[in-house]
């Protein structure tokens, strides 16, 4: 791993158009379900996403069941150790198998009992002997194509798509030394947002918002904004000490063997479409997005600190700031983004003009607007 990198941070990130001619995009962006309906085909159903971490599933039976945009996902661990993806379908008649996190020796959907092996393979359909041509084999749980990043789990629903560590082009360069994959997550919380999946995103990504929304908590920032390649972008908000806790010492030293652009602050990276990382000099947390409908999302909030802070008979006590710390922000953005959503249903609403601010806001507008096609970029002009 380089413990330095080459990526290196600009004022903003702007190609075009010129600065002065770029709005905010068309409110039916934000509104129309039709939209929402192209962006899940196009963009969802075919781009990587974060499903959680491998240690919420440590040993062979744990399991966690999750919502995703392709519908109920469980990922379980098998006798043999290895991680795998489901849809969380009985294939009987489609009954939801697992709910939540456990662990479990086999899976027994909890309609006719037909049971699954933690592999996904069928053991058993109770009654389903007597029927002809009946096997068991063709009848396991379906998969879900899967990566592992750093700890990071990703699902795909599209088996064309390229694979993560292409998507991720050179993140890892920027990243790599906060060494994700030496973390544990230790808190998570599941927020329901009644605003567009794109508007939490795009005010992760800017810190136009933060002296206004956040002054009671974070406060005002400024941010320095990489370019990149692959499917991502980061913007680094500059902070000699940890702004994942409020205050003035934060209870947990820096990360060792941070590199020098790490150290410098605080990286709020989107893999596009739906997953931030925050990575703060001395802890990682996320912020991932399930689009739910055109103006109704589901926000997951979870932290992550190095498993060698974990392991301090005090962790708890010195991780609880960090925790309230990432819901007080995340509810004063939801509180805001709810007012957006609101006016941005007005018939009189329209694009305003854009500031320097608003770089990767625009970029990602940009991103998604690139993926869908061209009929309904045009129809949201209209
Ligand atoms: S739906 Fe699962 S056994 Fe019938
Ligand atoms: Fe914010």
Known sequence: MSSATTLVPEPYVWTEPPLGDAKSAPTRFYTDPEVFKAEVEHIHLKTWFFAGRVEEVPSPGDYKALDSIGGPVLLVRGEDGVLRAFANVCRHRASILLEGCGHANNIICPYHAWNYRLDGTLAGAPGMREVPKFEKPPHGLIPIRMEVWEGAIFLNYDDNAPDLTAYLGNLPELLGSHRFGEMVKTWHIEIDVNCNWKLLLENAMETYHTGIVHAATVGAQRSVSFPTSGEWLSIQVQSSRSIAVLGEEPPFPAIEGLNEQARKGTYFTLVAPTTQFACAQDCIWWLAVRPVAVDRSVLSVGGCFPSAYTELPDFESRAAPYYKRWEAVAL????????????????????????????????????????????VVDGMHD
């Open 332 to 375: 004063e953005d939801v509180g805001i983004l709810e007012k957006q959503q609101r006016g941005l249903s007005s018939k009189l609403s329209r694009p305003g003009p854009l500031s320097w601010r608003d770089d990767m806001v625009l970029a990602m507008n940009r991103w998604v607007m690139a993926r869908l096609p061209a009929h």
